[in-house]
């Protein structure tokens, strides 16, 4: 089992940055592939941007040129930069983690991000 605490998130204004944070419990965080998806208010939750155990990375559309995921392996952290905020970017953000060759799936309680001015 595998608990996956997210932090980072907040009120700011349009055009501002946030920088979420989550971190994993266990020892193999790095075989892991890590997400960040968010949902909004009456919508479903959707896809932010992945990275593979190998690095490899993913973003939606909406967000690309925007937002940049990394992970660092030795502090079980991936992370979320969020640059150029805007509105519709106000959600609840969940982080995941998974491993597909395991069948392990898991999330996190989410961390509020508003963007209001």
């Known amino acids: 089992q595998v608990q996956l605490a997210e932090s980072g998130g907040g009120l700011v204004q349009p055009g501002g940055s946030l920088r979420l944070s989550c971190a994993a419990s266990?020892?193999?965080?790095?075989?892991?592939?890590m997400g960040w998806y968010r949902q909004a208010p009456g919508k479903e939750r959707e896809l932010v941007a992945t990275i593979t155990s190998y690095g490899s990375t993913n973003y939606a559309d909406s967000v690309k040129g925007r937002f940049t995921i990394s992970r660092e392996n030795a502090k079980n952290t991936v992370y979320l930069q969020m640059n150029s905020l805007k509105l519709e970017d106000t959600a609840v953000y969940y982080c995941n983690s998974k491993d597909d060759n395991a069948g392990e799936d898991y999330w996190g309680q989410g961390t509020q991000v508003t963007v209001s001015s």
């Open positions: 266990g020892s193999r965080f790095s075989i892991y592939d």
